[in-house]
């Protein structure tokens, strides 16, 4: 069981760290405008030639391929909520990293998925 949640934690950090590389990258090209199939057809080959998206996508297929192996030790009901704290990193990445505002509201909300994903651990 321990190699499998390290397993989780592994999948888990690749998802945050795919998710940051996937909100710099789109920070960097900018807001779509559905202006026209131009403009989309625009964005979308900045996204497809963006190395930070491009990379946040390769760690989100290899976190799925870590998390197949986890799909086939344990429990879905077990492993499916530990996910959730990969809202727990993306939350502390986006306050301290990207300098985004968190409220305190948000902040509360984590330590709830904290304490739900401490008493499932403990299942």
């Given at each position: 069981?321990?190699?499998?949640?390290?397993?989780?934690?592994?999948?888990?950090?690749?998802?945050?760290?795919?998710?940051?590389?996937?909100?710099?990258?789109?920070?960097?090209i900018?807001?779509?405008?559905?202006?026209?199939?131009?403009?989309?057809?625009s964005?979308l080959?900045?996204?497809?030639?963006?190395?930070l998206?491009?990379?946040?996508?390769?760690?989100?297929?290899?976190?799925?391929?870590?998390w197949?192996?986890?799909?086939s030790?344990?429990?879905?009901?077990?492993?499916?909520?530990?996910?959730?704290?990969?809202?727990v990193?993306v939350?502390?990445?986006?306050?301290?990293?990207?300098?985004?505002?968190?409220?305190?509201?948000?902040?509360?909300?984590?330590?709830?998925?904290?304490?739900?994903v401490?008493?499932?651990?403990?299942?």
């Amino acid at each position: 069981m321990a190699k499998s949640i390290l397993l989780i934690l592994i999948s888990i950090s690749f998802v945050i760290v795919g998710q940051t590389c996937l909100k710099l990258g789109m920070s960097n090209i900018g807001e779509l405008s559905f202006g026209g199939l131009s403009e989309v057809a625009s964005f979308l080959g900045k996204v497809a030639t963006t190395p930070l998206i491009i990379f946040g996508f390769f760690l989100y297929v290899v976190a799925s391929m870590i998390w197949l192996v986890v799909l086939s030790r344990v429990d879905l009901s077990f492993a499916l909520p530990m996910m959730a704290l990969s809202y727990v990193g993306v939350l502390v990445i986006a306050h301290f990293f990207l300098n985004e505002n968190v409220t305190p509201l948000r902040w509360l909300g984590v330590s709830v998925i904290c304490l739900g994903v401490f008493l499932l651990s403990r299942s």
